[in-house]
């Protein structure tokens, strides 16, 4: 029996420790640090340092480690132990605030774009307060963020952090104008619901593609996939079961709000969704938990994949990113209350939103970027690659009202009438949800469906605080200049939305209708990872991070150079690995295969020219075809790799090359190796089939 209350947090420094091991002037400065993010001085670093030893000690910790997350898409750490040499030939365990505050690690061995050399190395960490320490595998984690040794960022968790603070200075100035002058912060929130695949261990082992890329490069339809609607929230399979328990438990151990699970559509497909968190710690947690799904899966003989495409033919993975702002006071912003169109200040908070979405859908799309998730974007289980605002019948019955100057009174929440008398009224919501929208509006919250599941959510919600306190900015500066503020903001309000209107849509985002029209509205359709990332460098987008203290253009050019050079990179990796795969494995199998063939027509011969071998002979000449034409696509892949080498000097030029003929002969190559898997007895083949992989666990 579990206990959850007291395994809640059991393995994080949180405010109940804090509480117990500081003493009350130093846990009072550092609340205020944390929650208004005032400095710490070395003297309590010191005593905060001390106890944070002394309670990693109590927890078997011997170690220390900066936990941060450079540019790499995972995080990194380096582990020092609290020894430090008494002069006796012994030692003290010992662990300071200098400690604490900053670490060194090597800056030119991670990506950079360029800001560092090779021979520049030094780089250095600095504690997040705002971020629970917590303990684990015998070592004290401290979440920190990384720059170089000139300052230049070179991790998600410092421009996020900056995001955060001009958004919340943003959003003070428009509350104070609207009247509530006691909000001194605002502090964004955020609830990644995470999904993943589980197969056994043994079938990961057997293929090679897994292993180095995270996906099948090859792999045949098993004869059932999800067409049966039978996986999503079905029943849950012991094996797995287990797996979710103990998930469960050490997330609980580590903080982490996790609230629903259940199986998703895909077979072999399931989500964990968290409570929401203030968004830095969120970032921290679903790192965390990306961890941890991968060592609870080994302990089960399972691997958990968070590729967003691992099978191709079934649901790729991704995570929903649900966000929102809220007062210091505890007032959620984005609550409509009983009658949005006579709240002005939700309206002034949403056309802000929507405002900020349509004037930059192109970061909103680079925010979400990776050679994963291009596989995801646009097909049926996730938005399409076309940013758009849905807010429901209701709220967008209000929009639409403001725009036309027409009163509106929202009808509230109705009872529904489920036709069965011992069932209890079910409150019905005042719009539906709508599953194929990128970014929907979901009751007080919302929701940015495009990110993969392997995606570190800090780059979405950069993007989208500095873009939302773009728009804050602007309506603050010109309420300022107003006396009749509320007057003035209404009319703001309905500017907006005439103004923006082209980017709301409640209709089906799948459609071929609403691409076109999406087109004929103006809006982006960046399909692949060349085509948005071009856009980071664009003029408006290097002024919007440059004012508002998130990027400078160094730190801005660094990232887009470094996101062409992982795109390459991981193409490159599963072009090399279909190779291998194709001549080490592939050939020799169906070779082997047509010979087996061919000795079972000759034997067939040499007993009696009376028996048939039309269909030993029909396939032996179908195989050797396509074996033929599989040599000519190995080569072809070959050859183009060959070329990618001139566009050393243009990473964007090298990139578009990947996306536009290295890709498109893998899918040739792949689409032959599919065929010949079909036709060839599985004895022969020589990795685990889809339906083994999909329906194995």
């Not at 890329?213 to 996986?231: C, S, V, W, Y």
Request: charged content about 30%; aromatic content about 10%.
């Amino acid at each position: 029996m579990v206990n959850v209350p007291e395994l809640f947090g059991s393995n994080v420094f949180n405010d109940d420790v804090m509480k117990d091991k500081l003493p009350k002037p130093v846990y009072k400065a550092l609340k205020k640090t944390i929650q208004e993010g005032a400095s710490l001085d070395d003297s309590l670093a010191n005593a905060v340092a001390h106890a944070m030893k002394e309670w990693a000690i109590e927890k078997g910790c011997t170690h220390y480690t900066h936990w941060f997350q450079p540019l790499t898409g995972v995080t990194a750490e380096k582990h020092d132990s609290f020894i430090t040499p008494d002069g006796d030939g012994k030692v003290m365990m010992t662990f300071s605030g200098k400690e604490l505050i900053k670490g060194e690690p090597d800056a030119s061995s991670f990506p950079s774009g360029g800001i560092r050399a090779t021979f520049e190395a030094r780089g250095y960490t600095a504690w997040d307060p705002t971020s629970p320490a917590f303990a684990k595998d015998g070592t004290l984690y401290i979440p920190t963020a990384f720059c170089s040794y000139k300052g230049e960022v070179l991790d998600k968790k410092t421009p996020l952090l900056r995001s955060m603070e001009t958004l919340s200075k943003e959003a003070v100035r428009v509350l104070h104008l609207l009247g509530k002058t006691e909000v001194n912060r605002v502090i964004t929130t955020v609830g990644p619901e995470q999904e993943y695949f589980l197969i056994d261990k043994k079938m990961y082992d057997a293929r090679p593609d897994l292993i180095f890329t995270g996906r099948t490069l090859f792999g045949a339809p098993a004869p059932k996939g999800q067409e049966l609607d039978d996986h999503y929230f079905g029943s849950i399979k012991t094996r797995v079961s287990e797996f979710m328990a103990e998930l469960d438990k050490e997330l609980w151990s580590y903080g982490i709000y996790a609230k629903t699970e259940h199986n998703e559509v895909a077979p072999s497909q399931h989500e964990v969704a968290p409570i929401y968190t203030t968004t830095n710690v969120a970032v921290d947690n679903n790192e965390l938990l990306m961890e941890i799904l991968k060592k609870t899966a080994e302990k089960f003989d399972l691997v958990c994949l968070l590729h967003e495409k691992p099978f191709a033919g079934v649901n790729g993975s991704g995570k929903h990113n649900n966000w929102s702002i809220s007062t210091n006071t505890g007032e959620n912003l984005l609550k409509p209350g009983k009658n949005p169109s006579e709240n002005v200040q939700f309206l002034v908070f949403l056309a802000a939103i929507v405002k900020a979405v349509d004037e930059y859908q192109d970061l909103l799309r680079i925010s979400v970027a990776s050679a994963g998730n291009d596989h995801r974007l646009g097909a049926n289980e996730a938005p399409p690659a076309i940013l758009s605002v849905f807010l429901g019948d209701d709220l967008g019955a209000v929009v639409d009202s403001i725009e036309i100057g027409e009163e509106h009174e929202s009808e509230g929440k109705k009872n529904m009438d489920l036709g069965v008398e011992v069932l209890p009224t079910v409150r019905k919501d005042t719009t539906d949800r709508n599953r194929t929208s990128p970014f929907a509006f979901t009751g007080n919250r919302f929701e940015f469906r495009m990110l993969g599941s392997a995606a570190n959510i800090a780059s979405a919600n950069i993007i989208i605080n500095t873009i939302v306190a773009e728009s804050l900015k602007e309506f603050a500066d010109r309420l300022e200049t107003v006396k009749d503020v509320k007057s003035a903001a209404k009319r703001l309000v309905v500017r907006t939305f005439k103004k923006h209107d082209r980017i709301i849509f409640n209709g089906d985002n799948y459609s071929d209708w609403w691409v076109e029209e999406a087109e004929r509205r103006g809006l982006y359709n960046l399909r692949s990872v060349p085509d948005a990332i071009k856009h980071y460098i664009d003029k408006k987008n290097v002024e919007l991070f440059k004012k508002n203290d998130v990027f400078t253009f160094e730190e801005l050019e660094a990232r887009y150079e470094v996101e062409l050079e992982n795109y390459v990179k991981l193409i490159n990796i599963e072009a090399l690995t279909m190779l291998d795969m194709s001549k080490k494995d592939i050939i020799p199998a169906v070779t082997k295969y047509v010979k087996k063939l061919t000795d079972t027509a000759l034997a067939k011969q040499s007993l009696s020219p009376d028996i048939p071998t039309s269909l030993e002979r029909e396939l032996i000449i179908d195989l050797s075809k396509q074996l033929v034409s599989f040599s000519e696509c190995i080569k072809k892949l070959e050859d183009d790799l060959a070329k990618a080498s001139k566009f050393s000097d243009d990473n964007q030029a090298c990139a578009d090359f990947y996306c536009y003929t290295i890709i498109e002969d893998m899918e040739k190559l792949r689409k032959i190796g599919d065929s010949m898997e079909t036709q060839t007895a599985s004895k022969y083949w020589p990795y685990p089939s889809y339906g083994e992989m999909l329906f194995g666990v």
